[in-house]
């Protein structure tokens, strides 16, 4: 048990830690869509897609191939501290040294030429040049913390970043605003240069932050070693790079859509999927506070006896507590809609695009439990079908959505969203039964699975989302799941 207790105490504190860095983020949304227009909001969205791409690319791989490598080359953990480190940064100096000499055409791009608002759009972009350069320099300090057993710290460091961050907004859209109509002191300073309802100063406050977590991340710094050893990272470059097309494969499936539906449709139409999107940060939620928790835990129990039952015991529990919340979203999105509405005048502007959550979330529920079933190939060191999985899922998100969205719009990004990552969930089944054989209890986890995903349609569009008849049916669920499970749960109890 020790080693079960040693997985739930870490995983709770980066769960713990993430909810309270997501819901201070999450309660920004109603904020957002209140101050800017669907339209303003799908410049939001549309940047943050693209930084989600571009932070793929300067991670290199090396978050996963540090903790790899720590597992393989224990006697030498500095070293593989100092490659990983090194390659990200020689990478993200690189990209910041590019963007910023080629800021005007990358403007352009971005904007397909359009000169109205240029000046703001290419400010936007040296503001994501630099955060996207600050983020990547901190990806492997952050992973050291992790590898370290320093939950406590990564979350703290995790938190003031987000309490940065959501302070700054909340000053740049209430604060400078009531001083400049009060009169109060330091008025004619912020109403020298404030432009009110401006996106660019949540750009600014996320920029803020990223430098405070910099600052905060220093004593992680100082214990880099400025040595390189080329016969290591040659053995981690054959790990890592799959890591990398497989990484980004899956940003490409988590983002393309926004940014596609920018390129075939309107900036309304992203801005309104953006803002549904966030209803299913729950979910999000869920399932990167157990990646932070199951991937250091993966590697260093990979050469314990019990290591195959213990994962799959991991995953059907995991699956149990994903199938509840996915029912429970569901179930309450009445009053979770409200979180994503402008105000009284402007409900149906985003409301309307509410279909698209229960779908979204399904696909959020495969990709958690794709993201458990990966482990196979990277405990392995078959990283080469993580790379076949994600392109698989990446070809089928580019091609389906440039043929739906023209016609469907967001709801079509939504069902793409759901079907390549039940398509990656089900290709790391098969593949790890194969190579990596684990044994998982696929009848159980399956019923969870589909009686959930029949309960939350049924609920959505049957019983018309309501509230009472979906909690119900929560109620139910959950009582049929503890039936089933009860006499492992005693067991687990009484040990």
């Known amino acids: 048990m020790s080693v079960a207790k040693k ?37 939001f969205t549309k940047m943050y897609s693209w930084a989600s791409i571009i932070n793929a690319i300067l991670a290199f791989g090396m978050e996963t191939t540090y903790f790899r490598y720590l597992n393989k080359f224990e006697d030498r953990k500095q070293q593989v501290y100092n490659n990983s480190f090194l390659v990200v940064a020689f990478i993200s100096t690189l990209f910041l040294v590019t963007g910023l000499v080629f800021t005007d055409p990358i403007t352009k791009w971005l904007v397909n030429n359009d000169t109205a608002n240029l000046d703001d759009q290419r400010r936007y972009v040296q503001y994501f040049i630099w955060l996207l350069f600050s983020d990547a320099v901190c990806i492997i300090p952050f992973a050291k913390l992790r590898a370290d057993g320093k939950p406590f710290r990564y979350s703290l460091i995790k938190f003031l970043n987000i309490l940065t961050y959501v302070s700054l907004c909340l000053f740049f859209i209430y604060g400078i605003p009531a001083i400049i109509k009060h009169n109060l002191p330091t008025a004619s300073f912020f109403a020298s240069w404030f432009r009110a309802q401006w996106v660019g100063y949540v750009f600014i406050a996320n920029l ?37 097309v497989a990484n980004l494969s899956f940003i490409v499936n988590e983002n393309l859509d926004k940014i596609l539906l920018d390129k ?117 060191d078959q990283t080469r079908f993580g790379l076949y999985i994600s392109v698989s899922g990446a070809i089928i998100t580019i091609v389906l959505n440039m043929v739906l969205i023209p016609k469907y719009s967001y709801m079509g990004s939504a069902w793409v969203s759901m079907i390549a990552y039940f398509v990656m969930m089900v290709l790391s089944y098969v593949l790890g039964q194969k190579y990596y054989p684990i044994p998982y ?12 995903t029949v309960i939350v349609f049924s609920s959505f569009f049957i019983f018309d989302r309501n509230i009472y008849i979906g909690n119900a049916l929560l ?14 749960l005693r067991r687990v109890l009484k040990r």
């Not at 209890?441 to 959930?452: D, E, H, Q, R, V």
Request: net charge positive; charged share 10%; proline share 3%.
């Open 208 to 244: 803020v932050a990223s430098v405070v977590t910099f600052v905060l991340l220093i004593p992680e710094f100082l214990k880099l070693q400025l040595k390189f050893d080329k016969a290591m990272f040659m053995k981690m470059l054959s790990y890592s790079w799959p890591i990398l």
């Open 7 to 43: 997985f739930l105490g870490q995983t709770m504190v980066y769960g713990i830690s993430t909810i309270l860095t997501r819901m201070l983020n999450f309660i920004l949304t109603p904020i957002f869509t209140r101050t800017y227009a669907a339209a303003v909001y799908g410049v």
């Open 475 to 488: 109620v139910i669920f959950i009582a049929v799941v503890f039936y089933f499970e009860k006499n492992e």
């Open 264 to 380: 075939y449709s309107t900036e309304t139409q992203v801005g309104i999927y953006g803002a549904v999107c966030k209803i299913a940060i729950f979910m999000s939620i869920f399932n990167t506070a157990f990646r932070l928790g199951a991937e250091p835990f993966f590697f260093s129990h990979a050469k314990q006896e019990n290591a195959k039952h213990t994962y799959a015991n991991i995953l059907k529990y995991f699956v149990i507590a994903l199938a509840i919340l996915f029912v429970a979203l569901v179930a309450n999105i009445e009053i979770l809609k409200y979180f994503i509405s402008r105000d009284s005048a402007h409900i149906a502007e985003y409301w309307v695009g509410l279909p698209a959550v229960p779908y979204l979330l399904l696909g959020y529920v495969c990709l958690g439990i794709y993201m458990n079933l990966s482990i196979w190939y990277r405990l392995s």
């Open 441 to 452: 209890n696929f009848k159980k986890i399956s019923a969870y699975l589909l009686s959930s």
